[in-house]
């Protein structure tokens, strides 16, 4: 039995049935920093004395990627 859907319908009914690994992290071709530098800049900030832009220098991610890690919009799995 099939239906017609769209192309957009077919990507959604792929992911909520799990069809399709959601890469996260290390995972993605794109990551730039590991689950470890996520967890030592999220100490290192919660810490104080050091600002986003600073950060962002001593690991060479801008600060704005470093703002969504902070606030856990990015990089949510990690504890």
């Known amino acids: ?34 689950d470890e530098l996520v967890r030592c800049i999220r100490e290192e900030y919660s810490n104080g004395g050091v600002t986003l832009r600073q950060l962002g220098v001593k690991y060479g991610v801008a600060h704005n990627t470093l703002s969504c890690v902070v606030t856990r919009n990015s990089w949510k799995h990690v504890k």
Do not use: M, Y
């Open 1 to 34: 039995n099939l239906e017609w859907v769209t192309h957009q319908q077919n990507i959604r009914h792929a992911f909520d049935n799990n069809l399709v690994p959601i890469k996260r992290g290390v995972d993605t071709s794109s990551a730039v920093l590991t």
